[in-house]
């Protein structure tokens, strides 16, 4: 079975740095193209926070545009998400999502939604 796993997350200070990696673990799936990274704060809806598409195109939440970073290593299947000055409203359980799907030609052109989540990954900032 395909799985994400992801790492990196812990606590830090504000001001500081963080990054986040998540394997794609393919298992014979393929990979759709694109890539997310979301996060959830203890009583709040899980949020997007930034994503990577086959185009190279990347799209940052408001709250985290010119701080955080999405790229990844196709090669290696994995997605990257370095966070800089982190905030304490930073905190969260981050996830990564991807669209896998059990062969490529099955993997939707457009509107991709991700169907295949991470187990997430604590990021603790305290001030």
């Known amino acids: 079975q395909a799985q994400l796993v992801e790492s990196g997350g812990g606590p830090v200070e504000a001001g500081g740095s963080l990054k986040l990696s998540c394997v794609v673990q393919?298992?014979?799936?393929?990979?759709?193209?694109a890539g997310w990274w979301y996060r959830q704060a203890p009583g709040e809806e899980r949020e997007l926070v930034s994503s990577i598409h086959s185009d190279g195109t990347t799209k940052y939440a408001d709250s985290v545009k010119g701080r955080f970073t999405i790229s990844e290593d196709n090669v290696a299947n994995t997605l990257f998400l370095q966070m800089n000055n982190l905030k304490t409203e930073d905190t969260a359980v981050y996830y990564c999502?991807?669209?896998?799907?059990?062969?490529?030609?099955?993997?939707?052109?457009?509107?991709?939604?991700?169907?295949?989540w991470g187990q997430g990954t604590q990021v603790t900032v305290s001030s």
């Open positions: 999502a991807a669209v896998l799907r059990r062969f490529a030609f099955q993997c939707p052109t457009k509107d991709l939604v991700p169907n295949y």
């Open positions: 393919l298992n014979g799936f393929a990979r759709c193209g």
